[in-house]
């Protein structure tokens, strides 16, 4: 194992906690880096970006409507989407302090809610608002958040789960891919789950859940070996309690955030103790970053297309909500084209990781991207340095370039804009080393 | 199941969902892309060797609402909301029609060219999208495999990807060998810019001695890139817009068999079918999508000597439930019907339709292996030894092709 230098491993923790570096941000320490990612603080950068309201989404047109109205209805949907998508991207880059986004976003993709099904952009942005704050604090408060979550109910037929008869998905889906994972239930347990959610609603038109009282079914439920009249927060803190639930949540975040090779035993150990009974993520996070995995250059990850763009974007200090409308429908271009598009994860088992986003298409559409972001990016510093090629290693945030790629950059180093998009492509920075 | 078995699916699961290749985590053997290029150039794709599609249904179709047994008093009784009226299908004989919509299915099993597969699954069905749809793609439902059903077949007869193109933009679990992995292809086609920045772009390729794993992989997907746009660069059909997302990659497919582009399997998908509540709706639009895409692909199939050759797998990770939930949808269940299509294909019903009475904790019992259907397709369309791709497996489904 080749141990990260001090400076290496700064930029890892902003790769990994954070949307990568800005300018200054590695002439900090480990500690204090891992101090500020982790511990709040005011942003005001988070602050001068804050979530648009993009009102109730448009009323479903009528079995009877004409063709006309029917695209009206979607085109505007669409563009309340839009919006969200925009925004978010948007926050990411402009938030001083990444890690909250960066969680929010991983959280997104643990608790994967596609606005396909959901069709309501505001409930999507209250979700995403829910998991911000949650992202940090208690994976237990966050997990009974998401149970009972608007957005949620709808993407899993949450409103179609009442007393004698009960809707499975969101009860399955909690167990196997939020919780437990495969394995530590049974279909029973899946069915009897049901039971314990029934009765939560929510409306594409109103902005919270209900539970209706008279659809929730109050018998006794036989959940995971335990009787009892669960409820939504009941039936929670059982899964929670449960012994293989840690060790699940704790590998999740190993995997997008330290490698994709499973901790070994010890580490593990050692995370499910810092997670501890409070499902603390933030202290967790912290044991993560002082494992030996994290600080082992071999324990690179691939990043993914979103992670990528707001990393570029923060790196050469373009910052999305200023720019043009059609440039930044290009961008959210760029991201579909990558395979990756934040509010329509494919399924609710969210976003593939590793080599799956290095295909011939999401390469293409990896150097469209880099090509947009280097024509609305501020260049001169590197126009200037006299190691043109350097320069915007400095500015990505990147440890050292390959003879390889030092010598494809010389090929473009005249054009400060050819260097960047091709800078921004180098296996170096695709990848989180 | 061993500890490392249960370590790799784990990890075959979390690290792909549904719609990756964790396979390319162990590529180690470098491809020779030049070799096979100018092969492809020099001779293109024999017009006689067959071309497999396939079709993947994500989400967990409805076998039932698919294939219906209309006049089945056990199916109404099952789901009076969803189930269809014996006139409302498109009639198929044996007491089953064809959902409605699917006409051009119908069309296509009227000239003998569209054979349906009853109750295909696997033993021990498994009710998660994720775990179910994995066994569909590794074939391998007992233990668990890194490598897709034909990456396996891609590992096993040489080193050139593009034998395979998958038509999204990730590549899926099932063309992700040991190996090799298949190409992927947008169906807007593929573009890099010439000149210096092309060059240096990719200058990006070069193998970098003592480079990290994932760094490697990501300078190899820069020269993949480089070979696929040289074969597969323009879109296969320029100014014409088809009419939907799959429509739209059956239409790329359709070009590249045409134009003898030497793969010799194809991946596209369609997403959408978990349909918990409010089916019938969802379901007829989706099914509809799927037969406007699939029916006009098998005629102009049908027009060219290449295009004979080729044949379409239809699939979905597993059926639903026999008995309706009471959002008026239907929960993950378990065998369901696979279709099978093309000019080389024996129309007409394979294997037994399972019971709708005798049922395994409310699900459908299989009538037929799904690997036997891919031991079929693998011997008879790609003309490979099936034990090479399914080690072990004896089952085949005789009669599908005449």
């Known amino acids: 194992m080749v141990v990260l230098s001090e400076r290496a491993a700064v930029r890892r923790l902003h790769d990994r906690l954070g949307f990568g570096p800005r300018a200054g941000d590695l002439d900090r320490g480990f500690a204090e880096t891992r101090d500020r990612l982790l511990g709040g603080g005011p942003d005001p950068g988070a602050a001068a970006t804050p979530m648009p309201d993009p009102g109730p989404p448009p009323d479903k047109p009528g079995k009877n409507a004409d063709q006309a109205t029917k695209q009206q209805a979607r085109k505007a949907v669409q563009a309340q989407a839009t919006q969200a998508v925009g925004w978010w991207l948007d926050r990411m880059v402009a938030a001083d302090l990444a890690s909250v986004e960066r969680l929010t976003w991983f959280w997104h993709g643990h608790f994967a809610t596609g606005e396909q099904k959901v069709r309501s952009p505001r409930l999507m942005l209250a979700q995403n608002q829910t998991q911000r704050e949650h992202a940090l604090g208690s994976f237990t408060d966050l997990a009974r958040a998401m149970v009972v979550d608007p957005a949620m109910l709808l993407w899993l037929d949450g409103n179609s789960n009442k007393a004698g008869k009960p809707n499975e998905n969101l009860s399955r889906e909690f167990m196997e891919l939020f919780t437990l994972g495969i394995g530590h239930y049974t279909e029973d347990d899946v069915r009897e789950a049901a039971r314990a959610l029934t009765g939560w609603t929510a409306k594409r038109d109103a902005t919270g859940a209900q539970l209706v009282a008279k659809r929730h079914d109050n018998g006794v439920k036989r959940i995971l070996g335990s009787s009892g009249d669960f409820d939504a927060e009941s039936f929670v803190d059982l899964v929670l309690g449960r012994p293989e639930s840690a060790p699940f949540v704790v590998g999740r975040l190993w995997s997008r955030l330290v490698s994709t090779t499973p901790p070994p035993p010890d580490t593990l150990n050692r995370l499910v103790a810092a997670y501890g009974s409070r499902r603390d993520i933030s202290a967790l996070l912290r044991a993560i970053t002082g494992e030996a995995a994290f600080h082992d250059s071999g324990t690179s990850l691939v990043k993914q297309p979103v992670e990528w763009l707001a990393g570029l974007l923060r790196a050469l200090g373009v910052r999305p909500g200023t720019l043009d409308g059609k440039t930044r429908d290009q961008l959210l271009a760029a991201l579909r084209g990558m395979g990756q598009v934040p509010f329509q994860p494919p399924s609710v088992g969210g976003w593939a990781a590793g080599g799956a986003w290095l295909t011939t298409s999401a390469g293409v559409a990896r150097l469209h991207a880099a090509q947009l972001v280097a024509a609305h990016a501020d260049l001169g510093a590197v126009s200037k340095a006299q190691d043109k090629v350097a320069a915007i290693g400095e500015l990505l945030g990147v440890d050292a370039w390959s003879d390889r790629t030092r010598t494809a950059l010389a090929g473009v180093a005249g054009d400060a804009r050819q260097l960047s998009t091709v800078a921004a492509c180098a296996p170096e920075y695709v990848v989180s080393g | ?402």
């Not at chain 2, 100018?38 to 989400?59: F, R």
């Not at chain 2, 891609?154 to 395979?164: C, V």
């Not at chain 2, 993949?224 to 100014?239: C, F, I, M, S, Y």
């Not at chain 2, 979905?316 to 299509?341: C, I, K, Y």
């Open chain 2, 1 to 402: 199941m061993t500890i490392v078995q249960q370590v790799n699916r784990r990890r075959f699961l979390t690290a792909t969902g549904v719609t990756a290749a964790a396979a390319l985590a162990a590529g180690a053997t470098q491809v020779d892309w030049d070799r096979l290029m100018s092969a492809a150039q020099e001779n293109p794709l024999d017009p006689g060797a067959g071309v497999l599609v396939v079709v993947t249904l994500y989400g967990g179709n409805d076998g039932l609402n698919t294939v219906v047994p209309a006049s089945d008093p056990a199916y109404r009784t099952a789901r009076p909301e969803l189930a269809y009226r014996p006139e409302e299908v498109l009639d198929l004989g044996e007491g089953l029609g064809l959902n409605p919509g699917l006409k051009g299915f119908k069309s296509l099993w009227d000239a003998g060219e569209l054979a349906v597969l009853r109750g295909v699954g696997y033993p021990k069905p498994d009710h998660s999208h994720f775990r179910s749809m994995a066994i569909w793609q590794t074939a391998s439902p007992e233990t668990s495999v890194p490598t897709g059903w034909l990456g396996r077949w891609l590992d096993a007869t040489g080193d050139d990807p593009l034998r395979a193109v998958s038509v999204d933009p990730v590549l899926p679990p099932l063309l992700a060998g040991e190996r090799t992995a298949a190409a992927s292809l947008p169906v807007g086609g593929l573009k890099l810019p010439g000149g210096a920045l092309g060059k240096a772009f990719g200058d990006l390729g070069a193998p970098q001695p003592g480079e990290g794993f994932w760094q490697a992989r990501a300078a190899r997907s820069v020269t993949d890139l480089h070979r696929a746009v040289e074969t597969l660069g323009k879109p296969a059909k320029d100014g014409q817009k088809a009419k939907g997302e799959l429509a739209a990659q059956l239409d790329v497919v359709a070009g590249l068999i045409e134009a003898g582009v030497p793969a010799r399997a194809y991946s596209v998908s369609l997403g959408g079918f978990d349909t918990h509540a409010d089916e019938r709706g969802t379901q007829q639009r989706l099914l509809t999508e799927l037969d406007g895409a699939l029916t006009p692909f098998a005629q102009r199939l049908a027009k060219t000597d290449r295009g004979k050759q080729a044949t379409v797998l239809v699939y979905s990770e597993f059926g639903r439930r026999v008995t309706a939930n009471a959002s008026q949808g239907t929960d993950h269940g378990t065998a369901g019907p696979v279709f099978v299509l093309g000019s080389r294909v024996k129309g007409g019903f394979h294997g037994a339709e399972p019971s709708l009475t005798d049922l395994d904790d409310g699900d459908l019992k299989l009538t037929t292996d799904f690997r036997d259907v891919y031991a079929s397709l693998v011997e008879n369309v790609l003309g490979t030894d099936a034990g090479k791709v399914l080690p072990g497996h004896r089952g085949r489904l005789d009669g599908l092709f005449a």
